[in-house]
């Protein structure tokens, strides 16, 4: 078995036959989630909002590699409408995934609604997911070793839903309802965990967060001091989006990955270096939180999940 504390993309096991769902792949952490896959036999569905951006990722991944296994499909994870559209064309072409990875994320726009009047971090980063998660469990669950991957950030330890304000109406902080998209993330990832586990489903719910990385994230929604700060003065101490990657990666190929954990760079304060084990705050697991974000997310998505509520 090989040590987290050594663990690189050369590690990732032989990936032929199997499919991934990765959001958010025509650029930053999804980009590089996507290349390494590719490397090592996987067939990668690029589910992307923007198809030219997807077209023109595919055409750097398959450059020199003629053989690599990568489709894009357009994907609007805040638009419902357009993930029951998603799903429903891989279901119709018989495409069954055996890992999605919940990549796709914005950071700290100016607040900013949905046309279902939902905003669009909380809307973005955790609802469209729940609500894809949830429409490709059944796909998934019949293939070899089905997993889960939901990336959220070490941002969701400081972070609280707000349940009484949940568009910001009264009090929007950019970075705020960022840290709550995040915290709903984990809270997600790891409630999953419970009920796939109750149910006895195959399919594991694994956790990742990739540190401080360089990526557009940073720069492509952020206004005023935040992408000062991130997108500027604190850029030369962020790590590339390959290494980055590297917990999500891990979490959705290692074999020793286990469901329910939170995984992120072994270096200082979590900011960078090879993935380990790392901590989830105590309000990501606490069944209550859960159980209100889940009855939510359901009400907002209209979708329901298969499986039981965990006790």
């Known amino acids: ?61 398959t450059a020199g590699r003629p053989d690599a296994r990568v489709e894009v499909r357009r994907l609007d994870l805040t638009d419902v409408q357009s993930i029951h559209a998603f799903a429903d064309r891989l279901k119709s072409d018989g495409v069954r995934p055996h890992v999605l990875v919940n990549n796709a994320g914005l950071m700290a726009p100016p607040r900013t609604l949905t046309d279902q009047g939902v905003e669009v971090q909380f809307a973005a980063n955790h609802l469209g997911h729940f609500a894809l998660t949830g429409l490709l469990l059944e796909l998934m669950a019949g293939g070899d070793d089905p997993r889960v991957v939901t990336v959220t950030s070490t941002n969701h330890r400081q972070a609280q839903i707000f349940f009484d304000d949940l568009t910001g109406e009264r009090k929007y902080s950019p970075m705020g309802y960022y840290n709550q998209s995040k915290l709903a993330n984990a809270v997600f990832g790891r409630e999953l965990h419970r009920r796939l586990s109750a149910a006895g489903s195959p399919v594991r719910s694994v956790l990742a967060h990739p ?83 889940w009855e939510l997310s359901e009400r907002l998505t209209g979708v329901r999940f298969p499986l039981p509520a965990a006790a």
């Open 1 to 61: 078995m090989t040590s987290q504390s050594s663990w690189s993309a050369d590690q990732i096991p032989d990936q032929n036959g199997r499919v991934f769902v990765v959001t958010g792949a025509n650029s930053g952490l999804g980009l590089a989630t996507t290349r390494a896959l590719v490397r090592k036999g996987a067939h990668v569905v690029l589910a992307v909002r923007d198809e030219e951006k997807g077209r023109r990722a595919v055409a750097d991944l």
């Open 211 to 293: 540190g401080y990385t360089s990526t557009n994230l940073q720069t492509s929604s952020p206004v005023g001091m935040v992408k000062l700060l991130f997108g500027r003065l604190l850029l030369p101490l962020a790590q590339s989006p390959d290494q980055g990657a590297l917990p999500q990666l891990y979490a959705a190929t290692a074999p020793e990955a286990r469901g329910g954990e939170l995984y992120g760079p072994g270096g200082m304060a979590e900011l960078r270096g090879a993935p380990k084990q790392v901590q989830l705050a105590p309000r990501a697991a606490d069944p209550e939180t859960a159980a209100r974000l």
